[in-house]
């Protein structure tokens, strides 16, 4: 069965830190995609980037990066020299692309920025 | 280029009343989804779709019915609207396959108030 942790409710992050918030998923899919979204107060979810479980390399997107560590099933989303437009929800996401063929989510992480 | 389309975006219903909540896609996705999202928590899935003619359960079916006659529109029936169905409702679309164009896209939600 798949499964998608997220075990930080809440943040909160100076402007222009960084930041890293957890996500730790369990499949026994050999082949699978993560996601993760981010859901501002207006209540859309846009995209942010993506890892399939056979990229070599860890996904980077602008000030997005995924620490994807394999072995121990985590796909941590940091966000480099945070702002106050980041503050919003955070979603983690998988698909297991042998099986299910269903995106299944985290319960998110609420991040606020202070300035 | 319309994307993932939902309606209504609010329905208020009486206990017992039922309604379809209607999604429609442009982009020739073979899978759809419908989640719903309680305040302040993550996305539960309630139906998907593979294709047209193929739904599926998923973690949270109870109360709701899902048909997908074709490739564009996935409509979710609630039938005997329960307080406990209050909820916003995503409708979303994604390539089949795998890799990085299997990411979802998503309507813009529909709130949902039983009372």
């Known amino acids: 069965a798949q499964k998608i942790t997220q075990t930080q409710p809440g943040m909160f992050v100076q402007e222009k830190e960084a930041v890293t918030l957890d996500c730790t998923y369990d499949?026994?899919?050999?082949?699978?995609?993560l996601f993760w979204y981010k859901q501002p107060s207006s209540g859309e979810m846009i995209f942010l980037i993506y890892q399939g479980s056979y990229d070599q390399q860890n996904a980077t997107e602008g000030r997005y990066s995924l620490n994807f560590q394999k072995a121990r099933k985590s796909a941590n989303l940091v966000i480099s020299a945070s702002q106050l437009g980041d503050s919003a929800m955070y979603f983690c996401a998988m698909m297991c692309y042998s099986s299910a063929s269903k995106i299944i989510f985290g319960s998110g992480t609420r991040l606020s920025i202070r300035p | 280029n319309a994307g993932v389309t939902q309606t209504p975006k609010f329905r208020i219903l009486k206990i017992g009343q039922s309604m379809t909540l209607q999604c429609a896609q442009d982009m020739n996705h073979n899978y759809m989804y419908w989640y719903r999202q309680d305040p302040g928590m993550g996305l539960k899935l309630i139906y998907y779709?593979?294709?047209?003619?193929?739904?599926d359960k998923g973690e949270v079916p109870n109360g709701y019915n899902v048909s997908r006659s074709t490739t564009e529109d996935f409509p979710l029936r609630l039938e005997l609207a329960a307080p406990s169905q209050t909820s916003v409702y995503f409708c979303a679309s994604s390539y089949s396959g795998r890799g990085r164009n299997t990411e979802a896209f998503f309507g813009q939600g529909t709130r949902l108030t039983v009372v």
């Open positions: 499949t026994s899919d050999p082949s699978y995609g």
């Open positions: 779709s593979v294709g047209a003619g193929i739904t």
